[in-house]
Structure formats: C-alpha cells, structure tokens
C-alpha cells in the first residue's frame, strides 16, 4: 500500500511534506520549491488535498492545492497517483497547473501555465 504522508523530493528538488492523511482522505502539509518565477527566494507553503481510497488492488489518487506564501501571487493545483514498485518503492506520480494573478480580462490568456 502507498502511504503519501511522510516527506516527498521530485526530480526538481523541491520538498513537500505530508502530515497524516486522515481517514476521510484529507490532508495538508508544507510545500518548499527549487523552481520559481518570482524576483524573490522562495518559501515553505501550505497546502491542502485529499486522498482517494483506493478500491480493492488499486493505488490511490490524490490532489492537492499550494498557496504559494508571501513570495508569489499564484496558486497551483496537483492531481496524481501513488505507486509502490517491486522493490517497495513508493513514487507519486502528478500533472499540474500554476494560476498566476493578472491585471486585466484581456490578459486572461497568459495566467495558466
């Protein structure tokens, strides 16, 4: 079984950190990126998400949102499935997608990445 709790590194080096997951699924943590677009340093997030239950021989989905804290006026959103190789290995696997703030409706069109 995959257990997202516990702290996570991807392949850019930022860090992310799940407390427990409770049992209707919930969670939340602290999320600390490598990789950001904005002029200052970078500093730990919160987030929150959820955890589906797998069914029976499944691995679990989960998603979870980041505020990115005092550093950028953008919100990012993260869907994705836990694994567990042969070896024990467990690996999260996530798409995402980054809203950043902008000025008018005619910029709309440059706010999602």
């Known amino acids: 079984q995959c257990h997202l709790s516990g702290l996570?590194?991807?392949?850019?080096?930022?860090?992310?950190?799940?407390s427990a997951v409770r049992d209707d699924g919930d969670f939340q943590g602290k999320y600390l990126t490598r990789v950001t677009l904005a002029s200052v340093c970078a500093r730990v997030s919160p987030l929150?998400?959820?955890q589906q239950q797998p069914g029976e021989?499944?691995?679990p989905t989960f998603a979870f949102t980041v505020r990115?804290?005092?550093f950028s006026n953008a919100t990012t959103a993260f869907a994705g499935q836990c694994f567990v190789d042969t070896g024990g290995k467990e690996t999260l696997t996530t798409m995402w997608l980054l809203r950043e703030a902008v000025g008018s409706l005619?910029?709309?069109?440059?706010?999602?990445?």
């Open 8 to 18: 996570w590194r991807n392949e850019q080096d930022s860090l992310m950190e799940i």
């Open 68 to 70: 990115w804290d005092k």
């Open 48 to 50: 929150k998400g959820a």
């Open 106 to 113: 005619e910029e709309d069109w440059k706010a999602t990445r």
């Open 57 to 59: 021989g499944g691995w």
